[in-house]
């Protein structure tokens, strides 16, 4: 499948920022991170300002992008309808929990609830983004069951670095904050190998007999094509990525996007202090930019049946 | 309209793989058609230099078969199956995306598409491919605007495909209805849906290539050479000379 830069960037900031927005959300009516005004905006700007940065990224791939309203009918069918509704819902409890907390200090009753509420449609908006890949039977990778989890474990990993990093340079660290942020590191590599693995040993159910039917007469071989140059579905589905740039990329996305975050996660952890700052910010920086790379590569290397047409053997 | 309704008329073609040549005139005279029809234009882009690129609703691919004899050629068409499951339909947002409840044809909206390709993504059979210029979908549309139409001769409201094909292998009709030629056609000749493992339930059928005629290896259709010892003196002449 094509990488879409615009998709790529969509699903890795809007995750980073709802991971954020959920973190957040949950914890500060528990008490668990700074109360303070000023924290309170700047975690808050920074969840909501990569969530639109990413949704109207979003926008930047359609055709029409001034009929975008239009995606929100559909919520009965179309995970990306479910998606669109529920990324606009989720600002009506994070503007009363913003409000609330930021303007007026409060962190309790209603406001607290909003908090709760926001953390829980943007769990459910990170989903809903999977399922869009998850639901499409013609890419046998993108059914892998490690899909869904996998954004839902990107999103928390890039959230909690960002927490870790805020609290840091607010001088408010705090010991459990950095083990979640290194926690969820691991898990983040965990998922995403297994689902490396997954799309690895799994082929799709469909052949070159199976599209063509031909195959009770015999073993199918693509002979010529309808066209001479390439066509939109060869330029959209037909997207190949070498093997062995995957395996490099695949080597990059773990070192930048879990083993780098965790090292330094680990290392403000241990020094503390003034080192914790740049450390953590790094770290946040440096998973967001390893889950570009995964998120490339979850494009290129997931294959559609279509190129069964085309001269591939399996899709 | 995500949500869709399957009718009992469910209009679609018969593909016969066993006389289908190969020539493109099925998707040259949809192309002429449909640039003017109801999803018009089908661009080109390009079309004179040497990145050529456009949108086109058949297409007609070509497979050999190893069927451990002498091997055959099967030229393909392939467009829009106008599924009874269609997943294109399901994914898209704004309802852009239909399947007609009277017979079953699956559309698009131009006015609300958005361009956001999913529906291309849901296809298992590259059915639909995207207009750059004017940033909505297209796919065949079964002629529409040619089967209704009341301007036209009754013989010739049949999809473009199927008017011009000239070894008579596109055939139009009702497969709701069991007793219709096509439906008739599909339960004589063992018509077969494409990837039924994905589960969309195309209603398009194709029929297999009957069995080869030429029976054998296919080593008897070679040509053994005039040995010279049987051969007449003018061509043992010729073999001496030649052979100098």
Same mark, same amino acid.
């Given at each position: 499948?094509?990488?879409?830069?615009?998709?790529?960037?969509?699903?890795?900031?809007?995750?980073?920022?709802?991971?954020?927005?959920?973190?957040?959300?949950?914890?500060?009516?528990?008490?668990?991170?700074?109360?303070?005004?000023?924290?309170?905006?700047?975690?808050?700007?920074?969840?909501?300002?990569?969530?639109?940065?990413?949704?109207?990224?979003?926008?930047?791939?359609?055709?029409?992008?001034?009929?975008?309203?239009?995606?929100?009918?559909?919520?009965?069918?179309?995970?990306?309808?479910?998606?669109?509704?529920?990324?606009?819902?989720?600002?009506?409890?994070?503007?009363?929990?913003?409000?609330?907390?930021?303007?007026?200090?409060?962190?309790?009753?209603?406001?607290? !609830?909003?908090?709760?509420?926001?953390?829980?449609?943007?769990?459910?908006?990170?989903?809903?983004?999977?399922?869009?890949?998850?639901?499409?039977?013609?890419?046998?990778?993108?059914?892998?069951?490690?899909?869904?989890?996998?954004?839902?474990?990107?999103?928390?990993?890039?959230?909690?670095?960002?927490?870790?990093?805020?609290?840091?340079?607010?001088?408010?660290?705090?010991?459990?904050?950095?083990?979640?942020?290194?926690?969820?590191? $691991?898990?983040?590599?965990?998922?995403?190998?297994?689902?490396?693995?997954? $799309?690895?040993?799994?082929?799709?159910?469909?052949?070159?007999?199976?599209?063509?039917?031909?195959?009770?007469?015999?073993?199918?071989?693509?002979?010529?094509?309808?066209?001479?140059?390439?066509?939109?579905?060869?330029?959209?589905?037909?997207?190949? !990525?070498?093997?062995?740039?995957?395996?490099?990329?695949?080597? $990059?996305?773990?070192?930048?996007?879990?083993?780098?975050?965790?090292?330094?996660?680990?290392?403000?952890?241990?020094?503390?202090?003034? $080192?914790?700052?740049?450390?953590?910010?790094?770290?946040? !920086?440096?998973?967001?930019?390893? !889950?570009?790379?995964?998120?490339?590569?979850?494009?290129?290397?997931?294959?559609?049946?279509?190129?069964?047409?085309?001269?591939?053997?399996?899709? | 309209?995500?949500?869709?309704?399957?009718?009992?008329?469910?209009?679609?073609?018969?593909?016969?793989?066993?006389?289908?040549?190969?020539?493109?005139?099925?998707?040259?005279?949809?192309?002429?058609?449909?640039?003017?029809?109801? *999803?018009?234009?089908?661009?080109?882009?390009?079309?004179?230099?040497?990145?050529?690129?456009?949108?086109? #609703?058949?297409?007609?691919?070509?497979?050999?078969?190893?069927?451990?004899?002498?091997?055959?050629?099967?030229? #393909?068409?392939?467009?829009? @199956?106008?599924?009874?499951?269609?997943?294109?339909?399901?994914?898209?947002?704004?309802?852009? *995306?239909?399947? =007609?409840?009277?017979?079953?044809?699956?559309?698009?909206?131009?006015?609300?598409?958005?361009?956001?390709?999913?529906? *291309?993504?849901?296809?298992?059979?590259?059915?639909?491919?995207?207009?750059?210029?004017?940033?909505?979908?297209?796919?065949?549309?079964?002629?529409?605007?040619?089967?209704?139409?009341?301007?036209?001769?009754?013989?010739?409201?049949?999809?473009?495909?199927?008017?011009?094909?000239?070894?008579?292998?596109?055939?139009?009709?009702?497969?709701?209805?069991?007793? *219709?030629?096509?439906?008739?056609?599909?339960?004589?000749?063992?018509?077969?849906? @494409?990837?039924?493992?994905?589960?969309?339930?195309?209603?398009?059928?194709? @029929?297999?290539?009957?069995?080869?005629?030429?029976?054998?290896?296919?080593?008897?259709?070679?040509?053994?050479?005039?040995?010279?010892?049987?051969?007449?003196?003018? @061509? =043992?002449?010729?073999?001496?000379?030649?052979?100098?």
């Amino acid at each position: 499948m094509h990488p879409a830069f615009s998709v790529i960037f969509f699903t890795t900031a809007s995750g980073a920022g709802y991971g954020l927005l959920a973190l957040v959300g949950m914890l500060a009516p528990l008490r668990l991170i700074p109360a303070d005004r000023s924290f309170a905006f700047t975690a808050l700007a920074l969840a909501l300002g990569l969530i639109t940065a990413g949704l109207l990224s979003s926008t930047a791939h359609l055709g029409h992008p001034e009929r975008a309203w239009r995606a929100f009918s559909q919520w009965r069918t179309s995970w990306l309808s479910r998606e669109g509704v529920l990324s606009l819902a989720t600002y009506v409890p994070a503007a009363i929990f913003g409000i609330g907390w930021v303007l007026f200090g409060r962190l309790d009753g209603p406001i607290a !609830v909003a908090g709760f509420v926001a953390a829980a449609l943007s769990a459910a908006t990170v989903c809903c983004t999977a399922m869009i890949y998850a639901s499409l039977k013609p890419i046998q990778a993108w059914r892998s069951a490690w899909v869904v989890p996998g954004y839902a474990a990107l999103a928390l990993m890039t959230g909690a670095l960002w927490l870790n990093a805020l609290t840091h340079v607010w001088g408010a660290g705090q010991r459990w904050l950095g083990v979640l942020a290194a926690a969820a590191a $691991i898990l983040g590599l965990l998922v995403k190998e297994a689902y490396w693995r997954s $799309i690895d040993t799994t082929a799709g159910p469909s052949t070159p007999e199976s599209a063509t039917g031909l195959g009770r007469r015999g073993k199918v071989t693509f002979l010529d094509g309808p066209h001479t140059e390439a066509n939109y579905l060869l330029r959209e589905m037909g997207y190949a !990525v070498a093997r062995k740039h995957s395996l490099k990329l695949r080597r $990059i996305a773990r070192v930048l996007g879990f083993a780098v975050p965790l090292l330094l996660t680990l290392l403000a952890l241990a020094l503390g202090g003034t $080192i914790a700052v740049p450390a953590s910010l790094l770290a946040a !920086v440096a998973g967001m930019l390893g !889950v570009l790379v995964e998120r490339w590569l979850f494009f290129a290397e997931a294959k559609h049946t279509v190129t069964l047409y085309y001269g591939a053997t399996t899709a | 309209m995500t949500d869709y309704t399957v009718g009992p008329v469910k209009l679609g073609l018969v593909i016969d793989l066993d006389t289908c040549v190969g020539c493109h005139a099925c998707a040259v005279n949809c192309k002429e058609w449909n640039t003017a029809g109801h *999803s018009a234009p089908l661009p080109d882009r390009d079309p004179y230099g040497a990145d050529i690129t456009g949108v086109w #609703f058949n297409r007609i691919h070509t497979f050999e078969v190893d069927d451990g004899e002498c091997g055959r050629t099967v030229h #393909f068409p392939k467009s829009c @199956l106008h599924c009874e499951a269609p997943a294109c339909v399901e994914v898209c947002p704004t309802g852009a *995306s239909y399947k =007609r409840v009277e017979d079953g044809i699956v559309l698009v909206n131009a006015d609300t598409c958005i361009g956001c390709k999913l529906c *291309s993504w849901a296809c298992p059979y590259g059915a639909r491919e995207f207009d750059d210029d004017a940033g909505v979908m297209k796919k065949c549309t079964l002629c529409v605007d040619r089967i209704y139409n009341r301007n036209l001769d009754e013989a010739d409201r049949v999809p473009a495909c199927v008017s011009t094909c000239p070894a008579h292998a596109r055939h139009f009709g009702d497969l709701g209805d069991p007793n *219709s030629a096509v439906s008739r056609l599909v339960a004589e000749r063992g018509g077969y849906d @494409l990837m039924p493992e994905q589960g969309y339930k195309p209603v398009n059928k194709y @029929l297999p290539p009957r069995p080869g005629k030429i029976a054998g290896t296919g080593r008897e259709m070679a040509l053994t050479p005039a040995a010279p010892d049987t051969a007449g003196m003018f @061509l =043992r002449w010729v073999d001496r000379l030649l052979s100098r």
